[in-house]
């Protein structure tokens, strides 16, 4: 009997693999496709590349344990979860099947996120029944039908009480736009500006105010931290520990030396902010005496060893996995693991004996890691020091802390890093200006003000170091085919990169179409940017270009970082994906018996999953705290005139930041003009229709505070400044009668 011969493999494109998803009509493992395809080994990683792609334009999706579906596939009618918003506001969401998320990313169409009369607007983390609608470009937008789970039903705001008893809700979420009506037998105890939750009463009337009940009191609007108490509730983030966590960190005993490496000798330092109450990583260097290694360093890390405590299964286990990390608001802090740990146990306190997991790594002199190894060890840190102490005493200024570790410590740590720095610059991760702004409180806890972030040489040190030991993490555990899990970024979208394209000659730049899409030329754009008065909005543009990093089990590697291989390790206090990490570090060179468990290596995908869900609930809860907190700081300037950038371009109006505080806020559409906007994606801008006067993003300009409303964290502006001439080559079109009239009655209004 003849031999049926295979044909020969055939690489993988866009068009044969949507093909055979179409046909198969179902989800799919990248394994099976790979198959169907006949893609040989050597492709794979080019099938990965499509996939990943497909998935960030939309047109294909995740369902279960990493299989992929085509974005046909979807359901005309389903369940949504709503997952995030894009760079423009817009809701975004995926379906929500019998085995979790699966399907593209799907966008709620304009006006769907309004809340009906007496309900809050629906927001991340929400669940619909929505409907399914197929656009013209193959994408998909979806309408909602109803509203589901307790966040449709649980409305969280503050009660003004009337004088005759009852009163009315004020909802927290700055998108809904009807106050809530208590009677005086719903009250259950809320006094005037206290923070609730209620409920819709039953039997309300289809027309006119809806009724609520008040369930549950959470705080005082008076309360300093009522806008960290307001965005806890609103995102859901858990707050407090079971009794079964308290009991178990209660009865965790200090460190002994054992079978542990002492490192005690090290005289290994902690930098951090000087409000810091956790310690989590130690460094030290020192040159390398190898003759072979001339002019390079070893350089340790040292890192609390959380796994110690936090051990596989136990309570203090299910506790952290729950939050995913901890929540870092402008006035506290929602800790991922109780104070008897994160503040004392796992902090490395100087002059007390601490476990920790160490990695000493050697560096040549261009700066290229050549090798590394990994301890389970007892440490003493020398000293516990801020970024400002630590940059002062290099600067010639040190003090009582600083000074007997000046030559011994720091001028060691700084040389190593001027070494590690070549690396880094040769390697050209992407180099985004994000600064950060902290807000600054008064004795009584009200808010005094707004500063941005100092960042010195002693942060990107830090930085540096805490990047190379999550390389030599993920490297360790590859080599010892240990199961781990990545912090994996993407490189950008074909869509979003094109958007650049378009966007750039806008601003008198250009990206040639053809090449490789990598950091460098990302920097260089940035670079050139840098010399003109677009830099800001060259760089907001860029940002909103990169994808959003999550934890894997997969590794695709990380692009904005430029690294192959990474995981985070260093920071377990507050974060589960590096307790993950050293779990899997104490398996693989069996440094312990409570190292993974093969449990736990069987479920990292769905961890991964989780803990970046939650992960972008803090950072949503962390926003959200921060603009509140801004708005009741505003809110006795409202009238005043503020000098601010356009930070956003939507359909519905311009997003405003101020110089100053870098406060957000909304310009509706209404409030620019007469005449009809047109938002152009392309360029960043609302087009007038008529006149082709522009607002584009980057834009610098004059705003009056019109409202903010602390309780919401909404602030509303009218921008005062005259828009931009049209672009070249703009041509105007007739107007309408109906715009004629518009303008008129404008004009009238004005006079």
């Known amino acids: 009997m003849a031999k049926k011969h295979r044909p020969p493999p055939e690489a993988p494109t866009r068009e044969r693999v949507l093909a055979a998803l179409e046909k198969a009509g179902h989800a799919v493992h990248p394994r099976d496709l790979a198959r169907m395809l006949n893609v040989a080994p050597d492709d794979k990683a080019e099938l990965r590349r499509i996939l990943r792609e497909l998935e960030h334009d939309g047109v294909l999706g995740k369902?279960?344990?990493?299989?992929?579906?085509?974005?046909?596939?979807?359901?005309?009618?389903g369940v949504m979860e709503i997952i995030d918003r894009d760079g423009d506001g817009e809701l975004l969401g995926r379906m929500r099947g019998e085995t979790g998320l699966y399907g593209p990313t799907i966008r709620l169409a304009p006006g769907e996120a309004r809340g009906r009369q007496g309900e809050p607007a629906i927001g991340v983390g929400d669940r619909v029944l929505a409907r399914i609608e197929k656009e013209e470009d193959d994408g998909a937008v979806a309408r909602v039908i109803k509203r589901l789970g307790q966040s449709a039903h649980r409305i969280l705001g503050v009660f003004h009480a009337d004088k005759r008893g009852g009163g009315r809700i004020e909802p927290a979420d700055r998108k809904a736009r009807h106050d809530l009506i208590v009677l005086s037998e719903h009250q259950n105890g809320a006094r005037d500006g206290d923070l609730v939750f209620a409920e819709l009463a039953s039997g309300a009337r289809a027309h006119g105010p809806k009724r609520g009940i008040i369930k549950e009191i959470v705080g005082q609007q008076d309360d300093p931290r009522a806008a960290s108490i307001l965005a806890i509730h609103t995102h859901g983030v858990p707050m407090g520990f079971s009794e079964d966590e308290e009991r178990q960190a209660r009865f965790a005993k200090e460190p002994t030396l054992g079978k542990r490496t002492d490192l005690r000798q090290l005289p290994l330092v902690t930098i951090d902010p000087h409000d810091a109450r956790d310690h989590d990583d130690a460094v030290f260097a020192q040159a390398d005496d190898d003759p072979k290694n001339k002019g390079g360093w070893r350089v340790w890390v040292a890192i609390a060893d959380v796994s110690a405590y936090v051990t596989p299964g136990s309570p203090l286990d299910h506790g952290a996995l729950k939050r995913g990390n901890s929540t870092y608001f402008p006035d506290r802090v929602a800790p991922m693991l109780p104070e008897k740990l994160s503040a004392d146990l796992c902090s490395l306190m100087d002059n007390v004996d601490r476990a920790c997991l160490a990695v000493e790594m050697v560096f040549n002199a261009q700066g290229r890691k050549i090798a590394h190894r990994f301890t389970r060890g007892l440490m003493r840190s020398a000293a516990t020091l801020s970024y400002e102490q630590a940059q002062g005493a290099i600067d010639g200024a040190?003090?009582?802390?600083?000074?007997?570790?000046?030559?011994?410590?720091?001028?060691?740590l700084w040389s190593a890093y001027a070494c590690v720095k070549q690396g880094r610059e040769a390697r050209a991760p992407l180099e985004i200006d994000a600064p950060e702004h902290k807000i600054i409180f008064d004795a009584k806890g009200r808010v005094a003000?707004?500063?941005?972030?100092?960042?010195?040489?002693?942060?990107?040190?830090?930085?540096?170091?805490?990047?190379?030991?999550?390389?030599c993490a993920a490297e360790t555990l590859e080599q010892r085919r240990t199961p781990l899990l990545y912090r994996v970024h993407d490189q950008p979208s074909e869509m979003k990169v094109a958007a650049l394209q378009d966007f750039l000659p806008t601003v008198g730049l250009s990206w040639a179409k053809g090449q490789v899409v990598t950091a460098a030329r990302f920097n260089r754009i940035l670079a050139h940017a840098a010399e003109t008065e677009h830099a800001e909005i060259v760089n907001e543009v860029i940002l909103r270009t990169q994808a959003q990093a999550i934890y894997s089990p997969e590794n695709i590697g990380h692009f904005?970082?430029?690294?192959?291989?990474y995981a985070h390790f260093t920071s377990p206090i507050r974060r589960y994906a590096d307790l993950i990490v050293h779990r899997a570090l104490i398996k693989a060179l069996k440094l312990g018996p409570d190292g993974q468990t093969e449990e736990e290596a069987a479920r990292l995908d769905e961890i991964g999953e989780h803990i970046t869900m939650c992960e972008r609930r803090s950072m949503a809860?962390?926003?959200?705290?921060?603009?509140?907190?801004?708005?009741?700081?505003?809110?006795?300037?409202?009238?005043?005139?503020?000098?601010?950038?356009?930070?956003?371009?939507?359909?519905?109006?311009?997003?405003?930041?101020?110089?100053?505080?870098?406060?957000d806020g909304l310009a509706p559409i209404s409030t620019l003009g007469p005449e009809r906007w047109i938002h152009d994606e392309k360029t960043h801008a609302l087009v007038g229709e008529q006149s082709g006067a522009r607002y584009q993003l980057g834009m610098s300009v004059a705003a009056r505070l019109e409202e903010a409303t602390p309780v919401s964290g909404g602030l509303l502006f009218r921008v005062l400044t005259d828009p931009l001439p049209p672009a070249p080559g703009w041509r105007r079109t007739r107007p309408s009668r109906q715009t004629v009239r518009d303008v008129r009655s404008f004009r009238k209004k004005r006079r």
Do not use: C, W
């Open 560 to 565: 904005g970082l430029n690294l192959t291989h």
């Open 63 to 77: 369902s279960g344990r990493r299989k992929v579906a085509s974005a046909s596939a979807l359901p005309a009618t």
């Open 398 to 412: 040190p003090d009582e802390a600083t000074g007997p570790l000046l030559d011994t410590v720091l001028k060691p």
């Open 621 to 663: 809860a962390e926003r959200d705290a921060t603009s509140r907190y801004i708005a009741s700081f505003l809110a006795d300037r409202v009238g005043a005139v503020f000098d601010g950038k356009i930070s956003g371009v939507t359909r519905f109006g311009l997003f405003i930041r101020l110089e100053d505080s870098q406060a």
């Open 449 to 471: 003000g707004v500063k941005r972030r100092e960042r010195f040489d002693a942060h990107k040190l830090i930085e540096e170091f805490m990047i190379q030991a999550n390389v």
